[in-house]
């Protein structure tokens, strides 16, 4: 998981998407998150939209990265 504010100076949109892309062609499960209204040190600008976002992520993957037998069937 990427997370951008969409106000940093710091680190450019393009280059977070190439990182982006880069792991997934790798076969890892990565998203760019962009936060407006945020700069560089977004999870200090806005710590409960960044543990959100991080939470979500790791909910989302966590299924699908288990073990074959180890997933919860729902």
Known sequence: ???RGGESKL????EMERAV???QTCGEQARLIVV?????ILPLEQPARANAEVLQFLLETEEKSAPIGARNEA
């Open 1 to 3: 998981l990427w997370l």
């Open 11 to 14: 680190v450019k949109q393009a």
């Open 21 to 23: 892309r880069l792991a």
């Open 36 to 40: 407006p209204q945020a700069g560089h």
